[in-house]
Nanobody, 126 residues
């Protein structure tokens, strides 16, 4: 089993940047496809970005495409979400998630992922 811990959240003004990290313990992340999701107050958890196990494929929601970048460093057992040009509507709790299946069939689906972190709050003020 892999334990995921997110960090890097905080309060930022609109137009600013934040860098979220997801660290793993218990297992190497090299074996997992990884995703980032977010959940705003009163809303469903939604897909943000995902990356295949070797970093060869990345996926983004339309709402963050061109502003957010997902990357991974398997040697350091971390996945990063660089968030630029932040907007108030990006305010949410951000979760990283791991998928242990060999094939990354539905990167944007919550049900694809086996393990989840506890989340980190991102607040963007206008």
């Amino acid at each position: 089993q892999v334990q995921l811990v997110e960090s890097g959240g905080g309060l930022v003004q609109a137009g600013g940047s934040l860098r979220l990290s997801c660290a793993a313990s218990g297992r190497t992340l090299r074996n997992y496809h990884m995703g980032w999701f977010r959940q705003a107050l009163g809303k469903e958890r939604e897909f943000v970005a995902a990356i295949s196990w070797n970093g060869g494929s990345t996926y983004y929601s339309d709402s963050v495409k061109g502003r957010f970048t997902i990357s991974r460093d398997n040697a350091k057992n971390t996945v990063t979400l660089q968030m630029n040009s932040l907007k108030p509507e990006d305010t949410a709790v951000y979760y990283c998630a791991a998928d242990s299946a060999p094939w990354f069939r539905e990167p944007s689906a919550k049900g694809t992922y086996d393990y989840w972190g506890q989340g980190t709050q991102v607040t963007v003020s206008s």
